[in-house]
Protein backbone atom coordinates (compact mmCIF):
# COMPACT_ATOMS: atom_id res chain seq x y z
CA UNK A 1 0.00 0.00 0.00
CA UNK A 2 2.72 2.14 1.29
CA UNK A 3 4.88 2.57 -2.37
CA UNK A 4 1.03 3.10 -4.61
CA UNK A 5 0.14 5.53 -2.19
CA UNK A 6 2.83 7.90 -2.25
CA UNK A 7 2.98 7.26 -5.84
CA UNK A 8 -0.35 8.76 -5.81
CA UNK A 9 0.42 11.39 -3.52
CA UNK A 10 1.78 14.16 -5.18
CA UNK A 11 -1.22 14.01 -7.58
CA UNK A 12 -3.77 14.23 -5.50
CA UNK A 13 -2.12 16.96 -3.89
CA UNK A 14 -2.50 18.93 -6.71
CA UNK A 15 -5.82 18.10 -7.35
CA UNK A 16 -7.05 18.41 -3.87
CA UNK A 17 -10.09 20.22 -3.16
CA UNK A 18 -12.86 20.30 -5.78
CA UNK A 19 -10.57 21.78 -8.20
CA UNK A 20 -10.66 20.47 -11.46
CA UNK A 21 -9.38 18.92 -14.20
CA UNK A 22 -10.44 18.61 -18.01
CA UNK A 23 -10.36 15.68 -18.91
CA UNK A 24 -14.51 15.30 -20.54
CA UNK A 25 -13.42 19.29 -21.65
CA UNK A 26 -10.73 18.67 -23.21
CA UNK A 27 -12.62 15.58 -25.20
CA UNK A 28 -14.92 17.79 -26.65
CA UNK A 29 -12.25 20.52 -27.13
CA UNK A 30 -9.84 18.32 -28.67
CA UNK A 31 -10.15 14.15 -30.01
CA UNK A 32 -10.22 11.19 -28.13
CA UNK A 33 -6.45 10.38 -27.65
CA UNK A 34 -6.22 13.91 -25.97
CA UNK A 35 -8.87 13.32 -23.75
CA UNK A 36 -7.56 9.65 -22.45
CA UNK A 37 -4.12 11.23 -21.84
CA UNK A 38 -5.36 14.00 -19.62
CA UNK A 39 -7.90 12.26 -17.97
CA UNK A 40 -5.70 9.29 -16.65
CA UNK A 41 -3.27 12.11 -16.01
CA UNK A 42 -5.00 14.05 -13.27
CA UNK A 43 -8.23 11.92 -12.33
CA UNK A 44 -6.27 8.67 -12.68
CA UNK A 45 -6.83 5.30 -14.65
CA UNK A 46 -7.54 2.84 -11.52
CA UNK A 47 -10.96 0.72 -12.20
CA UNK A 48 -11.37 0.04 -9.08
CA UNK A 49 -9.41 1.49 -5.94
CA UNK A 50 -11.68 0.25 -3.39
CA UNK A 51 -9.96 -3.31 -2.11
CA UNK A 52 -6.53 -1.24 -1.77
CA UNK A 53 -8.26 1.36 0.19
CA UNK A 54 -10.34 -0.98 2.19
CA UNK A 55 -7.10 -2.85 3.35
CA UNK A 56 -5.55 0.60 4.37
CA UNK A 57 -8.53 1.37 6.32
CA UNK A 58 -7.89 -2.19 7.99
CA UNK A 59 -4.15 -1.86 8.49
CA UNK A 60 -3.36 1.59 8.71
CA UNK A 61 -6.21 3.84 9.42
CA UNK A 62 -4.09 6.71 9.83
CA UNK A 63 -1.04 6.03 7.72
CA UNK A 64 1.74 8.16 7.72
CA UNK A 65 4.40 8.65 4.83
CA UNK A 66 7.25 11.00 4.80
CA UNK A 67 7.90 12.77 1.71
CA UNK A 68 10.61 14.91 0.25
CA UNK A 69 8.15 16.68 -2.42
CA UNK A 70 5.58 18.09 -1.10
CA UNK A 71 5.30 21.68 -2.15
CA UNK A 72 4.78 23.10 0.79
CA UNK A 73 7.48 22.34 3.27
CA UNK A 74 9.68 19.36 2.49
CA UNK A 75 10.24 18.16 5.97
CA UNK A 76 6.60 17.76 6.60
CA UNK A 77 4.91 14.30 6.83
CA UNK A 78 1.84 13.56 5.20
CA UNK A 79 -0.87 11.51 6.94
CA UNK A 80 -3.69 9.55 5.17
CA UNK A 81 -6.77 9.09 6.86
CA UNK A 82 -9.38 5.73 6.20
CA UNK A 83 -12.13 5.60 8.51
CA UNK A 84 -15.43 7.37 8.19
CA UNK A 85 -14.95 8.90 12.57
CA UNK A 86 -11.81 10.43 11.93
CA UNK A 87 -12.23 11.60 8.73
CA UNK A 88 -15.08 13.37 9.97
CA UNK A 89 -12.59 14.68 12.93
CA UNK A 90 -10.73 16.35 10.40
CA UNK A 91 -13.24 17.88 8.31
CA UNK A 92 -15.20 19.27 11.11
CA UNK A 93 -12.37 20.97 12.89
CA UNK A 94 -11.18 23.84 10.98
CA UNK A 95 -9.04 25.23 13.42
CA UNK A 96 -6.40 22.35 14.21
CA UNK A 97 -6.91 21.01 10.51
CA UNK A 98 -7.18 24.18 8.26
CA UNK A 99 -8.03 24.38 4.63
CA UNK A 100 -5.44 27.58 3.77
CA UNK A 101 -2.13 27.46 2.42
CA UNK A 102 -2.28 24.19 0.09
CA UNK A 103 -5.13 25.89 -2.50
CA UNK A 104 -3.16 29.56 -2.17
CA UNK A 105 -0.18 27.65 -3.36
CA UNK A 106 -1.78 26.15 -5.81
CA UNK A 107 -4.83 27.83 -7.18
CA UNK A 108 -3.62 31.48 -5.63
CA UNK A 109 -2.52 33.31 -8.95
CA UNK A 110 -5.60 31.39 -11.09
CA UNK A 111 -8.62 31.97 -8.78
CA UNK A 112 -7.22 34.99 -6.82
CA UNK A 113 -6.98 35.67 -2.95
CA UNK A 114 -10.65 34.67 -1.50
CA UNK A 115 -11.21 31.16 -2.72
CA UNK A 116 -13.61 30.00 0.12
CA UNK A 117 -12.00 26.53 0.07
CA UNK A 118 -8.99 28.02 0.97
CA UNK A 119 -10.27 30.41 3.81
CA UNK A 120 -10.39 29.49 7.63
CA UNK A 121 -12.34 31.19 9.83
CA UNK A 122 -12.97 34.31 10.51
CA UNK A 123 -12.82 34.68 6.69
CA UNK A 124 -14.50 31.85 5.89
CA UNK A 125 -17.53 32.27 8.18
CA UNK A 126 -18.10 35.84 6.78
CA UNK A 127 -17.78 35.18 3.42
CA UNK A 128 -19.91 32.05 3.73
CA UNK A 129 -22.65 34.05 5.48
CA UNK A 130 -22.74 36.28 2.75
CA UNK A 131 -22.75 33.64 -0.42
CA UNK A 132 -24.91 31.09 0.85
CA UNK A 133 -28.34 32.58 0.65
CA UNK A 134 -27.66 32.29 -3.06
CA UNK A 135 -27.49 28.66 -2.45
CA UNK A 136 -30.35 27.49 -0.36
CA UNK A 137 -33.17 25.44 -1.01
CA UNK A 138 -35.14 28.40 -1.84
CA UNK A 139 -32.87 30.15 -4.26
CA UNK A 140 -32.18 26.94 -5.89
CA UNK A 141 -36.06 25.71 -6.17
CA UNK A 142 -36.18 29.27 -8.55
CA UNK A 143 -33.43 27.78 -10.67
CA UNK A 144 -35.22 24.46 -11.04
CA UNK A 145 -38.21 25.38 -13.27
CA UNK A 146 -36.48 28.62 -14.53
CA UNK A 147 -33.23 27.27 -15.71
CA UNK A 148 -32.32 23.56 -14.75
CA UNK A 149 -35.11 21.84 -17.17
CA UNK A 150 -34.79 24.05 -19.85
CA UNK A 151 -30.87 23.22 -19.99
CA UNK A 152 -31.80 19.58 -19.17
CA UNK A 153 -34.46 19.02 -22.03
CA UNK A 154 -32.78 21.41 -24.81
CA UNK A 155 -29.23 18.72 -24.80
CA UNK A 156 -31.84 15.85 -24.79
CA UNK A 157 -33.40 17.49 -27.91
CA UNK A 158 -29.96 17.06 -29.71
CA UNK A 159 -30.17 13.61 -29.59
CA UNK A 160 -33.47 12.80 -28.67
CA UNK A 161 -34.72 11.67 -31.98
CA UNK A 162 -31.42 9.57 -33.05
CA UNK A 163 -32.06 6.43 -30.43
CA UNK A 164 -28.74 6.55 -29.74
CA UNK A 165 -25.94 8.55 -27.93
CA UNK A 166 -22.97 9.20 -25.81
CA UNK A 167 -24.02 10.99 -22.46
CA UNK A 168 -20.87 11.97 -21.17
CA UNK A 169 -20.31 13.96 -24.29
CA UNK A 170 -23.42 15.44 -24.86
CA UNK A 171 -25.07 15.42 -21.86
CA UNK A 172 -23.19 15.17 -18.43
CA UNK A 173 -20.47 17.11 -19.11
CA UNK A 174 -22.09 20.34 -21.29
CA UNK A 175 -24.87 20.48 -18.88
CA UNK A 176 -23.84 22.03 -15.33
CA UNK A 177 -21.75 24.56 -17.12
CA UNK A 178 -24.48 25.37 -19.24
CA UNK A 179 -26.04 25.54 -15.62
CA UNK A 180 -23.77 28.38 -14.27
CA UNK A 181 -23.24 30.21 -17.46
CA UNK A 182 -27.41 30.73 -16.87
CA UNK A 183 -27.07 31.41 -13.23
CA UNK A 184 -24.67 34.04 -13.55
CA UNK A 185 -27.62 35.52 -15.93
CA UNK A 186 -24.64 35.02 -19.51
CA UNK A 187 -26.41 35.46 -22.99
CA UNK A 188 -26.71 32.38 -24.41
CA UNK A 189 -24.86 33.85 -27.78
CA UNK A 190 -21.77 33.96 -25.17
CA UNK A 191 -22.32 30.25 -23.69
CA UNK A 192 -19.68 29.07 -26.05
CA UNK A 193 -17.19 31.13 -24.82
CA UNK A 194 -17.71 30.73 -21.23
CA UNK A 195 -17.33 26.85 -21.95
CA UNK A 196 -13.84 27.61 -23.47
CA UNK A 197 -12.88 29.75 -20.18
CA UNK A 198 -14.49 27.06 -17.90
CA UNK A 199 -11.74 24.75 -19.95
CA UNK A 200 -9.19 27.01 -19.87
CA UNK A 201 -9.62 27.23 -15.72
CA UNK A 202 -10.12 23.66 -15.28
CA UNK A 203 -6.68 22.98 -17.52
CA UNK A 204 -4.73 24.56 -14.55
CA UNK A 205 -2.27 21.46 -13.56
CA UNK A 206 -2.07 21.15 -17.16
CA UNK A 207 -2.03 24.41 -19.00
CA UNK A 208 -1.30 26.90 -15.89
CA UNK A 209 -0.17 30.20 -17.97
CA UNK A 210 -3.29 29.66 -20.08
CA UNK A 211 -5.41 29.63 -17.14
CA UNK A 212 -4.17 32.38 -15.65
CA UNK A 213 -5.00 34.13 -19.25
CA UNK A 214 -8.15 33.08 -18.97
CA UNK A 215 -8.52 34.17 -15.59
CA UNK A 216 -8.24 37.68 -16.63
CA UNK A 217 -10.20 37.17 -19.76
CA UNK A 218 -13.12 36.12 -17.63
CA UNK A 219 -12.75 38.62 -14.69
CA UNK A 220 -12.54 41.72 -17.17
CA UNK A 221 -15.73 40.26 -19.25
CA UNK A 222 -17.31 39.90 -16.06
CA UNK A 223 -16.46 43.25 -14.77
CA UNK A 224 -19.16 45.42 -16.62
CA UNK A 225 -22.02 43.26 -16.00
CA UNK A 226 -21.04 43.46 -11.92
CA UNK A 227 -21.24 46.94 -12.67
CA UNK A 228 -24.38 46.75 -14.34
CA UNK A 229 -25.87 44.39 -11.57
CA UNK A 230 -24.89 46.65 -8.69
CA UNK A 231 -26.81 49.29 -10.39
CA UNK A 232 -29.64 47.84 -11.59
CA UNK A 233 -30.28 44.06 -10.39
CA UNK A 234 -31.75 41.40 -11.68
CA UNK A 235 -33.09 37.90 -11.69
CA UNK A 236 -29.62 36.28 -11.31
CA UNK A 237 -26.63 35.20 -9.27
CA UNK A 238 -24.44 37.99 -9.96
CA UNK A 239 -27.14 40.29 -8.30
CA UNK A 240 -27.54 38.03 -5.51
CA UNK A 241 -23.71 38.26 -4.68
CA UNK A 242 -24.02 41.93 -5.29
CA UNK A 243 -26.81 42.61 -2.93
CA UNK A 244 -25.73 40.30 -0.29
CA UNK A 245 -25.49 42.16 3.07
CA UNK A 246 -24.76 41.41 6.43
CA UNK A 247 -24.11 43.48 9.28
CA UNK A 248 -23.87 46.43 6.87
CA UNK A 249 -21.25 44.57 4.94
CA UNK A 250 -20.85 43.70 1.47
CA UNK A 251 -18.81 41.56 -0.87
CA UNK A 252 -15.90 43.37 -3.05
CA UNK A 253 -15.77 43.18 -6.75
CA UNK A 254 -13.02 40.76 -6.21
CA UNK A 255 -14.52 38.59 -3.32
CA UNK A 256 -17.34 38.47 -6.26
CA UNK A 257 -15.04 37.64 -9.41
CA UNK A 258 -13.07 35.08 -7.20
CA UNK A 259 -16.12 33.09 -5.94
CA UNK A 260 -17.32 33.46 -9.58
CA UNK A 261 -14.14 31.53 -10.84
CA UNK A 262 -14.06 29.13 -8.26
CA UNK A 263 -17.66 27.82 -9.41
CA UNK A 264 -16.09 26.46 -12.47
CA UNK A 265 -13.98 23.67 -10.88
CA UNK A 266 -16.11 23.53 -7.68
CA UNK A 267 -19.86 23.41 -9.53
CA UNK A 268 -19.13 21.36 -13.12
CA UNK A 269 -16.14 19.15 -12.56
CA UNK A 270 -18.09 17.32 -9.78
CA UNK A 271 -21.19 17.56 -10.88
CA UNK A 272 -20.74 16.06 -14.22
CA UNK A 273 -18.83 13.10 -12.57
CA UNK A 274 -21.66 12.56 -9.98
CA UNK A 275 -24.60 12.16 -13.08
CA UNK A 276 -22.60 10.22 -14.98
CA UNK A 277 -22.08 8.01 -11.80
CA UNK A 278 -25.78 7.78 -11.23
CA UNK A 279 -26.28 7.21 -14.50
CA UNK A 280 -24.06 4.44 -14.90
CA UNK A 281 -24.51 3.10 -11.55
CA UNK A 282 -28.70 2.24 -12.71
CA UNK A 283 -28.09 1.76 -15.82
CA UNK A 284 -25.68 -1.39 -15.05
CA UNK A 285 -28.41 -2.52 -12.83
CA UNK A 286 -31.30 -3.13 -14.28
CA UNK A 287 -33.47 -4.24 -11.15
CA UNK A 288 -32.63 -0.79 -9.39
CA UNK A 289 -33.55 1.26 -12.40
CA UNK A 290 -36.32 -0.44 -12.67
CA UNK A 291 -37.54 0.25 -8.91
CA UNK A 292 -36.93 4.14 -9.72
CA UNK A 293 -38.92 3.64 -13.02
CA UNK A 294 -41.76 2.26 -10.66
CA UNK A 295 -41.60 4.72 -8.14
CA UNK A 296 -39.61 8.19 -8.64
CA UNK A 297 -39.78 8.95 -5.19
CA UNK A 298 -37.15 6.66 -5.08
CA UNK A 299 -34.23 9.29 -6.75
CA UNK A 300 -33.34 11.50 -3.84
CA UNK A 301 -31.75 8.23 -2.18
CA UNK A 302 -30.49 7.17 -5.44
CA UNK A 303 -28.30 10.38 -5.69
CA UNK A 304 -26.93 9.81 -1.97
CA UNK A 305 -26.42 6.28 -2.63
CA UNK A 306 -24.23 6.74 -5.73
CA UNK A 307 -22.50 9.71 -3.87
CA UNK A 308 -21.48 7.62 -1.06
CA UNK A 309 -21.05 4.50 -2.86
CA UNK A 310 -19.06 6.49 -6.09
CA UNK A 311 -17.70 9.32 -4.35
CA UNK A 312 -16.41 11.73 -7.29
CA UNK A 313 -13.68 13.29 -5.42
CA UNK A 314 -12.00 10.97 -3.47
CA UNK A 315 -10.00 12.89 -1.12
CA UNK A 316 -9.45 16.66 0.29
CA UNK A 317 -6.77 17.79 2.26
CA UNK A 318 -6.20 20.26 5.34
CA UNK A 319 -3.00 21.18 7.05
CA UNK A 320 -2.20 20.78 10.57
CA UNK A 321 -1.92 23.71 12.03
CA UNK A 322 -0.61 22.44 15.71
CA UNK A 323 0.61 18.72 17.28
CA UNK A 324 -1.92 17.26 17.50
CA UNK A 325 -3.33 13.16 17.55
CA UNK A 326 -5.34 11.34 15.47
CA UNK A 327 -6.99 7.72 16.04
CA UNK A 328 -4.19 7.30 18.23
CA UNK A 329 -1.74 8.90 15.97
CA UNK A 330 0.82 11.80 16.84
CA UNK A 331 0.36 14.44 13.72
CA UNK A 332 3.21 16.99 14.12
CA UNK A 333 1.97 20.68 13.40
CA UNK A 334 2.43 21.04 9.47
CA UNK A 335 1.57 17.63 8.45
CA UNK A 336 -1.09 17.20 5.35
CA UNK A 337 -3.64 15.45 6.04
CA UNK A 338 -5.23 13.31 3.35
CA UNK A 339 -8.79 12.72 3.77
CA UNK A 340 -9.84 9.56 2.35
CA UNK A 341 -13.63 10.24 1.36
CA UNK A 342 -13.73 7.56 -0.77
CA UNK A 343 -12.69 4.94 1.98
CA UNK A 344 -14.42 6.13 4.38
CA UNK A 345 -17.46 6.06 2.22
CA UNK A 346 -17.22 2.68 2.43
CA UNK A 347 -16.49 2.43 6.25
CA UNK A 348 -18.51 -1.16 7.56
CA UNK A 349 -18.50 0.37 10.99
CA UNK A 350 -21.23 2.26 9.44
CA UNK A 351 -22.92 0.49 6.41
CA UNK A 352 -23.57 -2.69 6.06
CA UNK A 353 -21.92 -4.24 3.13
CA UNK A 354 -20.58 -1.15 2.46
CA UNK A 355 -19.20 -2.15 -1.18
CA UNK A 356 -22.74 -2.66 -2.32
CA UNK A 357 -24.88 0.14 -4.42
CA UNK A 358 -28.47 -0.62 -3.18
CA UNK A 359 -30.66 2.75 -3.42
CA UNK A 360 -33.28 0.95 -0.75
CA UNK A 361 -30.63 1.07 2.01
CA UNK A 362 -31.84 4.18 4.40
CA UNK A 363 -29.88 6.84 3.94
CA UNK A 364 -27.26 7.71 6.51
CA UNK A 365 -24.91 11.05 5.50
CA UNK A 366 -21.94 10.45 3.71
CA UNK A 367 -18.49 12.58 3.41
CA UNK A 368 -19.22 13.09 -0.11
CA UNK A 369 -20.36 16.35 0.10
CA UNK A 370 -17.52 16.84 2.82
CA UNK A 371 -18.47 17.80 5.99
CA UNK A 372 -18.10 20.77 9.01
CA UNK A 373 -17.34 24.52 8.07
CA UNK A 374 -17.17 23.79 4.23
CA UNK A 375 -19.35 20.60 3.58
CA UNK A 376 -20.29 21.61 0.00
CA UNK A 377 -22.49 24.91 -0.54
CA UNK A 378 -23.70 23.65 -4.04
CA UNK A 379 -24.92 20.44 -2.65
CA UNK A 380 -29.11 22.06 -3.07
CA UNK A 381 -28.28 22.78 -6.34
CA UNK A 382 -26.31 19.86 -7.49
CA UNK A 383 -29.26 17.11 -6.44
CA UNK A 384 -31.26 19.37 -8.38
CA UNK A 385 -29.41 18.84 -11.11
CA UNK A 386 -29.09 15.31 -10.81
CA UNK A 387 -32.38 14.32 -10.04
CA UNK A 388 -33.70 16.67 -12.96
CA UNK A 389 -30.95 14.65 -15.36
CA UNK A 390 -32.65 11.39 -14.32
CA UNK A 391 -36.43 12.24 -14.41
CA UNK A 392 -36.06 13.95 -18.02
CA UNK A 393 -33.60 11.61 -19.50
CA UNK A 394 -36.24 8.72 -18.45
CA UNK A 395 -39.35 10.33 -19.07
CA UNK A 396 -37.91 11.56 -22.72
CA UNK A 397 -35.77 8.35 -23.56
CA UNK A 398 -37.89 5.23 -23.49
CA UNK A 399 -36.05 2.09 -22.79
CA UNK A 400 -33.29 3.73 -21.82
CA UNK A 401 -30.55 1.19 -21.43
CA UNK A 402 -26.90 0.72 -21.81
CA UNK A 403 -25.74 0.27 -25.80
CA UNK A 404 -24.27 -3.61 -25.28
CA UNK A 405 -21.82 -2.84 -28.36
CA UNK A 406 -20.60 0.04 -26.36
CA UNK A 407 -17.02 0.18 -25.85
CA UNK A 408 -16.61 -1.06 -22.40
CA UNK A 409 -18.16 1.67 -20.45
CA UNK A 410 -17.20 1.80 -16.38
CA UNK A 411 -16.12 4.03 -13.62
CA UNK A 412 -12.83 4.68 -13.45
CA UNK A 413 -9.88 7.22 -11.36
CA UNK A 414 -7.98 7.63 -8.46
CA UNK A 415 -8.50 11.40 -7.81
CA UNK A 416 -12.00 12.00 -9.66
CA UNK A 417 -14.16 9.21 -10.80
CA UNK A 418 -16.51 8.92 -13.33
CA UNK A 419 -17.61 6.93 -16.29
CA UNK A 420 -15.34 7.30 -19.27
CA UNK A 421 -18.42 7.02 -21.88
CA UNK A 422 -21.86 6.14 -21.45
CA UNK A 423 -22.85 5.06 -24.82
CA UNK A 424 -26.94 4.46 -24.83
CA UNK A 425 -29.50 3.00 -26.51
CA UNK A 426 -33.39 3.83 -26.49
CA UNK A 427 -36.65 3.75 -28.30
C1 LIG B 1 -22.34 16.00 -6.83
C2 LIG B 1 -21.78 17.19 -6.93
C3 LIG B 1 -20.86 17.77 -5.88
C4 LIG B 1 -20.06 17.16 -4.97
C5 LIG B 1 -19.89 15.65 -4.71
C6 LIG B 1 -19.37 18.20 -4.24
C7 LIG B 1 -18.45 17.98 -3.22
C8 LIG B 1 -17.89 18.97 -2.46
C9 LIG B 1 -17.00 18.74 -1.35
C10 LIG B 1 -16.49 17.37 -0.89
C11 LIG B 1 -16.67 19.96 -0.81
C12 LIG B 1 -15.80 20.21 0.41
C13 LIG B 1 -14.37 20.58 0.06
C14 LIG B 1 -13.53 20.80 1.29
O1 LIG B 1 -13.97 20.62 2.43
O2 LIG B 1 -12.34 21.17 1.11
C15 LIG B 1 -17.35 20.96 -1.60
C16 LIG B 1 -17.27 22.31 -1.39
C17 LIG B 1 -17.83 23.26 -2.22
N1 LIG B 1 -18.70 23.03 -3.27
FE1 LIG B 1 -19.35 21.23 -3.92
N2 LIG B 1 -19.78 19.41 -4.74
C18 LIG B 1 -20.70 19.21 -5.73
C19 LIG B 1 -21.36 20.16 -6.47
C20 LIG B 1 -21.24 21.52 -6.31
C21 LIG B 1 -21.94 22.53 -7.07
C22 LIG B 1 -22.99 22.26 -8.14
C23 LIG B 1 -21.49 23.76 -6.64
C24 LIG B 1 -21.86 25.16 -7.08
C25 LIG B 1 -22.38 25.50 -8.19
C26 LIG B 1 -20.51 23.50 -5.59
C27 LIG B 1 -19.84 24.48 -4.91
C28 LIG B 1 -19.02 24.25 -3.83
C29 LIG B 1 -18.35 25.32 -3.11
C30 LIG B 1 -18.44 26.82 -3.41
C31 LIG B 1 -17.61 24.70 -2.09
C32 LIG B 1 -16.73 25.39 -1.06
C33 LIG B 1 -17.50 25.59 0.22
C34 LIG B 1 -16.67 26.18 1.32
O3 LIG B 1 -15.44 26.27 1.18
O4 LIG B 1 -17.26 26.60 2.33
N3 LIG B 1 -20.40 22.14 -5.42
N4 LIG B 1 -18.10 20.34 -2.59
Redesign the pocket.
Given at each position: MESSASGLTAQRLTTQ??TGNDGAAQDRAGDDSEFEVFDDAVAGDARDPYPELAAARKATPVQRLDMSNMPHDEAKPVFFVYRYDDVLTV?RDGETYS?GQIIELIMGDVMGRHI??G?DDPD?RRY?ALVSTA?GQKAIARWESQLVEPIASSLIDGFAGRGHAELVREFTFPY?TQV?AGMLGLPREDFKQFQRWSIAILSVFTKREAAIEASREVTAYLAPILADRRAQPRDDLISDLAQAELGGERLSDEEIFC?LR??LP??VE??YR?TGNLLFSLLSRPDQLAAIRADRSLIPQAIEET?RYE???LN??RIATRDTELGGVAIPEGSTIMTM?AAANRDESRWDDPDHYDILRGVRPS????Q????????H??RV??RTALNLLLDRLPNLRLDPDGDDPHIKGQVFRSPTSLPVLFG
Open positions: GTLSMLMHRFPIFLLAGTTSVTPLITLVGWGGPHICLGMLAEM
